[in-house]
């Protein structure tokens, strides 16, 4: 049993604030998850307000207890990884010095390594920094020092 509305997302029973299911979510294809900005606090949710999208969840303890300990909701957090990897492995346009994205890799390594564990965390972050190498190292420095923080700080 759910005991929250993050964790029925994540375990594929309940609806995000738009009424999509994470199922619904994870088959955005790259320009719907570039251009929609309200799911991403949903599939990597974090126990401070989002300040980019207002009212979006706020995860509490005891919520992300319940996803911690619920396998179906570690999995449904796992699809959603693998789609945001995919979409960056795909996508080059957050490999510039400033972009939305920065962002979100900061919330995906921050909720990742909370929820899912470090190791987790470190292979995303790995494969997000390398991206970057390879691409040149467009990222500005701010943003790589959050990443890392992200992976310390959870």
């Known amino acids: 049993m759910s005991t929250g509305p993050i964790h029925a997302f994540l375990a594929g029973t309940g609806r995000d604030g738009a009424r999509r299911t994470l199922a619904d979510v994870v088959a955005f294809d790259d320009a719907r998850i570039e251009g929609v900005h309200d799911f991403v606090q949903w599939c ?11 009212g979006a969840p706020v995860l509490g303890s005891e919520e992300a207890d319940a996803i911690r ?7 449904g957090l796992r699809s959603a990884l693998a789609r945001m990897t995919e979409f ?6 957050w490999l510039r010095a400033y972009d939305h994205n ?7 390594l921050a909720a990742t390594r909370r929820l899912l564990g470090p ?22 420095a701010d943003s790589l020092r ?9």
């Not at 920065?102 to 995906?108: D, G, P």
């Open 146 to 154: 959050y990443w890392g923080s992200a992976l310390r700080d959870a």
């Open 102 to 108: 920065h962002l979100r890799i900061t919330r995906i």
């Open 69 to 75: 300990a619920d396998p179906i909701a570690q999995e």
């Open 44 to 54: 990597f949710p974090l126990s401070e307000a989002s300040r980019a999208v207002p």
């Open 119 to 140: 190791d987790e965390a470190a292979a995303f972050h790995a494969f997000v920094t390398k991206r970057n190498e390879d691409a040149g190292s467009p990222v500005n």
């Open 88 to 93: 960056y492995t795909r996508t080059d346009g």
